[in-house]
């Protein structure tokens, strides 16, 4: 069935670092993909997303390119903050029984030190 | 626009008993979902509704009822409780047009003991 993949956690960064988050995923069809990230105590917020293959999602500093050849959708960012520090899910979208629906990968667990 | 608003934030049950989480949103929002999130296993859908009067099981909605007779509540009821369900339960929306930008609520803090 579809699934999302993601590297195992926790990451333990110094601040400056450069991050990078891997996720694969297995799907029939073209899934989008999401990157959601969750600060602590928070619900999840949308941080980008891609549609199609080749497009690439960026916000608040962070990219991630969807690569149909690779099926994958790593996240990454150039230099992390203290304030980056939280859990990041990738996910992606699948239909089923007519309708659609999210589908989450474990989450990784980020932590910046200062 | 208070967004995705969720009641508890926390509660304790003892096996057997019954509850309901509260999920509301203002955001006039077609398609609301439930979730829980547990360690080690990402966030599994619960149960989903497409629209007011409209819902349908996710991957795991053994134990858990839901309805959803307005556009902006979708309350969750657990039935019988059981540790199984200790968690933290997610409530989400989203505009028909924008399916996948879920937003999310705070969330609710679940222990069964």
């Known amino acids: 069935g579809d699934s999302v993949t993601q590297m195992e956690g926790p990451v333990t960064l110094s601040e400056e670092a450069f991050l990078t988050i891997n996720c694969t995923y297995t799907?029939?069809?073209?899934?989008?993909l999401f990157w959601y990230v969750q600060y602590p105590g928070e619900g999840l917020q949308l941080l980008l997303k891609a549609t199609k293959a080749d497009d690439k999602g960026s916000n608040k500093g962070f990219e991630a390119t969807y690569r149909k050849e690779t099926t994958s959708f790593h996240l990454e960012k150039g230099s992390v903050q203290v304030s980056d520090s939280a859990v990041y899910f990738c996910a992606l979208s699948l239909t089923q029984g007519g309708s659609e629906k999210l589908v989450f990968g474990k989450g990784t667990k980020l932590t910046v030190n200062p | 626009n208070a967004g995705v608003t969720q009641t508890p934030k926390f509660q304790v049950l003892k096996t057997g008993q019954s509850m309901t989480l509260q999920c509301a949103q203002d955001m006039n929002h077609e398609y609301m979902s439930w979730y829980r999130q547990d360690p080690g296993m990402g966030l599994r859908l619960i149960h989903y509704?497409?629209?007011?009067?409209?819902?349908d099981q996710g991957e795991v909605p053994n134990g858990y009822n839901v309805s959803r007779s307005t556009t902006e509540d979708f309350p969750l009821r657990l039935l019988s409780a059981a540790p199984s369900q200790t968690s933290v339960y997610f409530c989400a929306s989203s505009p028909r047009e924008g399916l996948y930008e879920q937003y999310f609520g705070p969330g609710t803090r679940l222990t069964v003991t």
């Open positions: 799907a029939t069809g073209y899934p989008s």
């Open positions: 509704s497409v629209g007011a009067g409209i819902t």
